[in-house]
């Protein structure tokens, strides 16, 4: 995610704070120092909202080592304001998987909580869940403990709401998946139910509790139940089909001693953004049109393309399934990735042609990718 720095690394997953958050921190101290007038106020509330992201970095942690145990990677775990992100590489398509990851980040909350509680028990006795609301209290205490386990309590009930993208929401698909055969129909069940809690928050916030945060999750939820269908819909579309089948195979190529002129040419008269370099009928390069771009303004357009091609590219074969290549030209940060057999070129596969691809495939009716997911 851009804007975001690395501020750790367990077990091999970076873990990064997005800016907003710092301006969460910014705000939350400035906050803490109007209404208490003292520093150690402002300290107490950049103290409290640090541990509360610690416990959903540890909730995240959870769902990313329960992918890892089902040989999932996670690519990185980024801190927003309004919680954390575990980029997934993918959910496993198997329901009783997809439940175990799913449960495994409330379940941190629990164990937090028991232990917690466990502690506050041992010292003095635990009364009633104090009020989160109420004002921060000193630093560290029994006061600040009883506010973290109230906040660990919260985030596991409210991760288990059966609604995309909550937690809840793939716990429910799961159950539904088990019980039924289709994954599909699962999700398209999963995220009307969602739908509805999404409404039901948002009348909720607006006219009976007048809570903008209520309204804020009900916006959350809805989106996250549309995007959830959306990607399912995509899923089921691409699945089993191969590269070769979705390529682009009228392709123009240059080669490495052609002028950079001759790739202006072909971008002129609409052909293509990025064209792979052929040497001897082998694929030697990628011609971005961002590397074509700065070629021209450094060396002009008479100098030659294997100059300024991308020698470092990711390939396809054909027969590899087009989901994996779509979630690899999504990382590279590429527009087009060549299809090869023994360096051959055989075609191009580029996200507008998928996107094509998936149209035609929905509009004839047959339903049959899946890329990064967050949870
Ligand atoms: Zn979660």
């Known amino acids: 995610m851009k804007w975001s720095w690395r501020i750790a690394r367990v077990a091999g997953i970076g873990i990064y704070v997005h800016a907003t958050f710092v301006l969460l921190l910014a705000w939350v101290a400035l906050g803490g120092y109007q209404s208490g007038g003292s520093a150690a106020a402002a300290v107490a509330g950049v103290l409290f909202i640090a541990a509360v992201f610690l416990i959903v970095v540890l909730h995240e942690l959870g769902h990313a080592l329960a992918a890892r145990h089902y040989g999932i990677a996670t690519r990185d775990i980024t801190l927003l304001p309004i919680g954390g992100v575990a980029r997934l590489e993918r959910m496993p398509r198997e329901p009783r998987q997809e439940l175990v990851v799913a449960l495994a980040g409330p379940a941190v909350n629990v164990a937090l909580a028991a232990v917690i509680w466990l502690v506050l028990a041992a010292t003095g006795g635990a009364g009633p869940l104090p009020d989160l609301s109420a004002p921060t209290g000193g630093l560290p205490g029994r006061a600040f403990l009883g506010r973290l386990l109230s906040v660990n309590v919260w985030l596991a009930l409210f991760n288990l709401i059966p609604a995309f993208p909550m937690d809840g929401g793939r716990v429910l698909r799961a159950l539904l998946a088990m019980r039924r055969s289709g994954y599909a129909q699962a999700t398209e069940t999963a995220a009307r139910v969602g739908r509805f809690f999404a409404l039901v928050f948002g009348i909720v916030g607006l006219f009976v509790v007048n809570n903008p945060f209520l309204v804020l999750v009900a916006l959350f939820v809805w989106l996250g139940a549309a995007g959830e269908a959306a990607a399912e819909r995509q899923s089921s579309t691409l699945a089993g089909v191969p590269t070769g089948d979705v390529m682009i195979t009228d392709v123009r190529t240059l080669a490495p001693g052609d002028p950079l002129s001759h790739a202006v040419r072909l971008i002129l008269d609409g052909f293509q953004q990025d064209f792979p370099v052929v040497e001897d009928g082998a694929v030697v390069g990628m011609l971005t049109r961002r590397d074509l771009m700065r070629s021209l303004s450094e060396r002009g357009e008479s100098s030659a393309v294997g100059a300024a091609m991308n020698r470092d590219f990711p390939v396809s074969s054909p027969e590899e399934p087009v989901e994996e290549?779509?979630?690899?030209?999504?990382?590279?940060?590429?527009?087009?990735?060549?299809?090869?057999?023994?360096?051959?070129?055989?075609?191009?596969?580029?996200?507008?042609?998928?996107?094509?691809?998936?149209?035609?495939?929905?509009?004839?009716?047959?339903?049959?990718?899946?890329?990064?997911?967050?949870?």
């Open 325 to 375: 290549v779509l979630a690899r030209l999504k990382s590279c940060n590429c527009q087009a990735l060549p299809v090869v057999r023994a360096r051959r070129l055989l075609g191009v596969l580029t996200l507008e042609n998928v996107g094509e691809f998936m149209m035609v495939r929905t509009a004839l009716g047959g339903v049959s990718g899946r890329g990064e997911r967050v949870i």
